[in-house]
């Protein structure tokens, strides 16, 4: 990680713009799971003790390009502050002269929280105009929102180009354990992929088939791959238009591709479809598989012994079912068991684990769903890219 973090910086007496992820679940004008506002505490608290004051900008939702109650950060404004236990002042915009003005105020350990910066237009086209007017509130650009950092936003990329610009503690962990996914990695190292779309993760097959030693592939993905083995897969999910490349990323990969063995079939697209285990050879006409069965689960395990890091991105079966959840949560347990450094990719491997209630022994689990596929892709994101390098 070459870039300068808040470590590097005289914080003393400045202003500090943070980008941070505060796109938290709400229900009726209240916050409903505060993990990401929580992630964000390390930073700002140290912020604080340095002596500066902090302004926090995020997004939340999808406001129709105009200010919106519906989608205002006030609820994350209450839970902040009696996380940090002290006021948090609630800005009527990002930009602007009311806010210009509270800015200009703040004194030493205070904390403000300006209004969703996607109230305007210009934050999502990277408006250099609206990002020279977020720069001007503070002294120094803090960015802590891992999870918007693929995006080229006025907050997240723009607002870089005029202040000195550095990683948060949450940025700076993302960028160090997915890092090593992609840089340095330990070996033996295992790659797990799954979801349903090869189409969406070719890129990322590619790049860490060229990494690790092995490339376990789960979920609708698998089926893609086994129909390219030339497998009926009858009803189940296989994309026709990528079975081409499966069969090209067969031949190159050879060994280093672990596919299901067995699988749970079942008759209709349900969570209470009838299911049975069948090997997948033999699944039956009209059904379809929502999750592997066990002995790829016993295959799995051998696959994983002995690993130095293992880097998991996709559920291996439709674990929205409880009845078709038993393989992601299997492989979620065995890799809390498996003694190597485990990095989880964000999105639905994080609910995963979380509901596995195994998130606790992962050794890192990523805050962005978007933003940690592009990485383990190995492409440069903007809000990375726009901060200051050692």
């Known amino acids: 990680m070459n870039k300068k973090t ?104 205070e904390v403000v929280m300006l209004e969703n910066t996607r109230f305007h237009k210009g934050e999502e086209k990277n408006d250099l105009e609206l990002a020279k007017q977020m720069a001007a509130l503070a002294d120094v650009y803090v960015n802590d929102a891992f999870g918007s950092a693929h995006r080229a936003h006025a907050s997240t990329e723009g607002i870089a180009r005029f202040l000195p610009a550095v990683a948060g503690f949450l940025m700076e962990q993302e960028l160090e354990y997915l890092g090593r996914a992609i840089a340095n990695p330990e070996h033996p190292y295992i790659a797990i992929l799954g979801g349903a779309k090869i189409s969406d993760k070719i890129l990322v097959v590619e790049t860490l088939a060229s990494r690790c030693d092995k490339l376990i592939i789960g979920g609708g993905m698998a089926n893609t791959f086994l129909a390219a083995k030339g497998l009926n897969m009858q009803e189940s999910l296989v994309e026709t238009e990528s079975i081409e490349t499966a069969k090209a990323l067969l031949e190159k990969l050879g060994e280093k591709l672990v596919l299901p063995v067995d699988a749970v079939v079942a008759d209709r697209f349900d969570a209470e479809a009838e299911s049975q285990v069948v090997d997948v050879e033999h699944i039956p006409a009209g059904w379809r598989m929502l999750d592997v069965g066990p002995k790829t689960i016993e295959l799995y395990k051998q696959t994983l012994q002995g690993a130095k890091l293992i880097v998991w991105n996709g559920p291996v079966g439709v674990f929205e079912f409880p009845k078709f959840a038993e393989g992601t949560f299997a492989l979620a347990r065995l890799l809390a068991e498996s003694g190597a450094t485990t990095v989880i990719g964000g999105g639905d491997s994080a609910s995963a684990v979380k509901k596995a209630g195994v998130a606790k022994q992962m050794t890192h689990v990523s805050t962005g769903g978007g933003a940690s596929l592009e990485f383990l892709e190995g492409k440069e994101l903007p809000g990375v890219a726009a901060l200051n390098d050692k």
Do not use: W
């Not at 505060?22 to 608290?45: C, H, S, Y």
């Open 6 to 109: 808040v470590r590097d910086i005289d914080l003393k007496g400045k202003r500090v713009f943070m980008r941070v992820d505060f796109n938290v679940p709400m229900a009726e004008g209240k916050v409903t799971d505060d993990k990401r506002i929580r992630a964000a505490l390390p930073t700002i608290q140290y912020v604080l003790e340095q002596g500066a004051s902090v302004l926090l900008a995020s997004h939340l939702g999808r406001p129709k390009g105009g200010p919106d109650p519906e989608f205002s950060l006030k609820p994350a404004a209450e839970v902040l502050s009696n996380l940090l236990g002290r006021p948090v002042i609630m800005a009527p915009d990002c930009v602007g002269p009311e806010v210009e003005a509270i800015a200009r105020n703040l004194k030493p350990g």
